[in-house]
């Protein structure tokens, strides 16, 4: 019974079982700041595994604390006892009778009690926030839908096609983008005072022909039925061309990624790498003046040539001869189905104020035991002692 006993308030008691469900949300936020690749995290399901089992454990405790609300004894003499201790002169029935005065409570032996307070309360309540927390969270992951796509100026793309996302992420219950409009990119904004991140000026097409037209804004998603639509950056995709200038042998033809840089190198605001079997190297763009910034690296050797896409065919620059064949310009679409965010703070901003209430009220609890000389006392609720003791 006792080994039963101590698993039990390991389970349904103690706030050091629940550390066990912050080591796969740490790994997470461990990956995402130091850009690890751990293989348990390469999906998001050992995150949602962790969050359902979290909320589980939660549920159990919630009603465990909701049964014990109208008790008297509620915490139970098994729970952090105190190590300090006083002897007093006067007897334990005396004793038993003076803190049952002050609002104490007995068990059945009369050798444990506690007064009523409204920490047992905060901590249910703790567990009440948690739970709506995770439960509703635990829920929008289940139902998630999350995709990315680039588009550029032509025809409008199916939003409710998977096959029209490059990245899609859904969850076991996901929603059906059945819903989702076709879109049309009408125009693209560059980066300015006005955009100082660009934007997208898109038409969203539904079933029935009606069109509503939007300026996308990174940071800033539109609402369109149970999903959000946002722009997040804009991307450009130069093909560059490396030929050996004596053989023309093509060293290198990648199709690059440029993304905007958090800060300007000089007037160039975008970047990107390329990595080929022979050459490697970087890629800087000033799309105000179409002006590429081609670094190239082999060894220890680097090479840094100037390219006017459109206007320059190709430049020789020491051993190489650079053209660019073609630029997308594109903007980067996430389509995301929308979650329960109220019902998140709600949750949030109970847990808190549980928490708050458990650490301003700590529970006031007695020991009592017969000694030689009277009784001796173990409590947490320092004021009922120190009366004792002035009594005794």
Not at 12 to 29: A, D, E, G, H, R
Not at 70 to 85: E, L
Request: proline content about 5%; glycine content about 8%; overall charge positive.
């Amino acid at each position: 019974m006792k080994a039963e006993s101590k698993l039990f308030r390991l389970i349904l008691v103690s706030p050091w079982s629940l550390l066990i469900f912050l080591v796969i949300p740490l790994l997470v936020i461990m990956s995402i700041t130091l850009q690890l690749r751990l293989p348990l995290l390469r999906s998001t399901t050992p995150l949602l595994v962790n969050n359902v089992c979290f909320a589980f454990f939660v549920a159990c405790r919630l009603l465990r604390y909701l049964a014990g609300i109208k008790k008297p004894i509620r915490y139970g003499a098994a729970w952090c006892r105190p190590r300090q201790n006083v002897t007093l002169s006067s007897p334990v029935a005396e004793v038993r009778e003076l803190l049952g005065k002050a609002g104490y409570s007995f068990a059945g032996d009369g050798s444990y009690g506690e007064q009523r307070d409204l920490g047992y309360l905060g901590t249910t309540v703790l567990y009440a926030g948690l739970f709506i927390l995770l439960s509703v969270g635990s829920w929008d992951n289940l139902r998630q839908f999350s995709g990315v796509l680039l588009d550029g100026i032509g025809p409008a793309t199916s939003l409710n096609k998977i096959e029209s996302y490059l990245r899609v992420n859904k969850g076991p219950f996901a929603a059906s983008p059945v819903s989702l409009p076709r879109m049309q990119i009408i125009s693209q904004f560059l980066p300015d005072s006005t955009y100082p991140k660009g934007a997208t000026d898109v038409a969203l097409i539904a079933e029935g022909g009606k069109t509503e037209k939007i300026t996308l804004i990174p940071g800033k998603p539109v609402s369109y039925g149970a999903f959000d639509i946002s722009m997040a950056k804009l991307v450009f995709q130069p093909e560059i061309v490396i030929k050996d200038s004596d053989t023309r042998i093509i060293l290198s033809d990648e199709l690059v990624t440029l993304d905007p840089l958090v800060q300007k190198r000089g007037a160039y605001g975008f970047y990107g790498l390329f990595q080929g079997p022979i050459l490697g190297g970087g890629v800087y763009y000033q799309p105000e003046k179409n002006m590429l910034m081609v670094v190239i690296s082999k060894g220890d050797e680097k090479v840094v040539s100037d390219l006017a896409f459109q206007v320059d065919q190709q430049v020789v620059k020491g051993d190489y001869i650079l053209s660019c064949a073609k630029m997308g310009q594109w903007s980067e679409i996430h389509v995301i189905r929308k979650r329960n965010k109220t019902l998140l703070v709600i949750g949030g901003a109970i847990a808190v104020i549980g928490l708050l209430l458990r650490i301003a009220i700590r529970p006031r609890r007695v020991w009592l035991e017969e000694a030689t000389a009277g009784c001796t006392i173990w409590s947490s609720d320092r004021e009922a002692m120190n009366e004792l003791k002035v009594k005794g």
